[in-house]
Every structure is written in structure tokens, then in C-alpha cells.
């Protein structure tokens, strides 16, 4: 079992940065690649970034790429996402996810999932 808790959201002028971080508990996050979804209202949950057990490897939608990027700290068990640039249309609540299998682009490709934090950017 992995419990997620993420934290950093909150309200930022366009152009402006947010780091957000989730903390995992339960002794299998170093086996778990983990990764960031956000989700608008009236929309679809969608994939933001990801990045494999080791922090080796990342991945990113490309609405995001060169603006956000993905890391993880394991010895504090804790995935961040790093957000600058930020625009209207990056307004979402953003969920962390951890996936014990390959992560893909998809919901199902994850089996553990946070709360979500909301952030919201003004233009």
C-alpha cells in the first residue's frame, strides 16, 4: 500500500512558478514510479509527467514540456513537480500517482492515488 498527500497549490499570476510536492508513505516508493495528473472542471483527468523508480527516466505531456519538470527524492519518499511559466489553461487540480507496474499516459495505468491540491493561475 502507498499513501499520497500532495501540497504546494495555491493561486499565482501567469508567469509566475509553483513547486509541488507529494509525500508518500508506505515501504514500496522506491519501487514505484510515480507520476502527476490534473484534472479541470468538466474534464478529463489527464497526464502531466512522470518519472521511473531510479529518477532516471522522465516523461511529459506536451502542453508542459520545457515548462514543468518532474523529480523525486527517495530517501525522503517524496515526488516533486516543478512548475514555471504557468499559464491560465495549466488551472487544474493536480494528483499525484504512484504505479507499481511500466506508467503510462493513462488512469489505469497508476494504482495509488492522492487527494489532489488545486492550483490556479490568474491571467
Known amino acids: 500500500q502507498v499513501q499520497l498527500v500532495e501540497s504546494g497549490g495555491g493561486l499565482v499570476q501567469a508567469g509566475g512558478s509553483l513547486r509541488l510536492s507529494c509525500a508518500a508513505s508506505?515501504?514500496?516508493?522506491?519501487?514505484?514510479?510515480m507520476g502527476w495528473f490534473r484534472q479541470a472542471p468538466g474534464k478529463e483527468r489527464k497526464f502531466v509527467a512522470a518519472?521511473?523508480?531510479?529518477?532516471?527516466?522522465?516523461d511529459y505531456a506536451g502542453s508542459v514540456k520545457g515548462r514543468f519538470t518532474i523529480s523525486r527524492d527517495n530517501a525522503k519518499n517524496t515526488v516533486y513537480l516543478q512548475m514555471n511559466s504557468l499559464k491560465p489553461e495549466d488551472t487544474a487540480v493536480y494528483y499525484c500517482?504512484?504505479?507499481?507496474?511500466?506508467?503510462?499516459?493513462?488512469?489505469?495505468?497508476?494504482?495509488?492515488w492522492g487527494q489532489g491540491t488545486q492550483v490556479t493561475v490568474s491571467s
Open positions: 500517482a504512484a504505479s507499481l507496474k511500466i506508467y503510462g499516459p493513462h488512469t489505469s495505468d497508476w494504482d495509488y
Open positions: 508506505g515501504r514500496t516508493f522506491s519501487n514505484c514510479d
Open positions: 518519472i521511473d523508480y531510479s529518477g532516471g527516466t522522465a
